[in-house]
């Protein structure tokens, strides 16, 4: 539909081990994490393994 907005949130919600991480490594994590959701919804039609996001994720 031409002239139409949609708007989408996704809310996440992060634990983690305090005794293994601290606020300044999971903040770092997590700004990645976002930065790699707003990579996905610009190119929904690129493999998420073909993001620069994800450079250097080793599986």
């Given at each position: 539909m031409m002239g139409s907005s949609?708007?989408?949130v996704i809310i996440t919600f992060t634990l983690a081990n305090s005794d293994l991480f601290d606020a300044a490594t999971i903040a770092p994590m997590?700004?990645?994490f976002?930065?790699?959701l707003t990579?996905?919804?610009?190119k929904?039609?690129?493999p998420v393994?073909?993001?620069?996001?994800?450079?250097f994720?080793?599986?």
């Open positions: 949609e708007s989408h997590m700004k990645h976002q930065n790699l990579a996905i919804v610009a929904p039609e690129q393994s073909q993001s620069h996001q994800t450079a994720i080793r599986v």
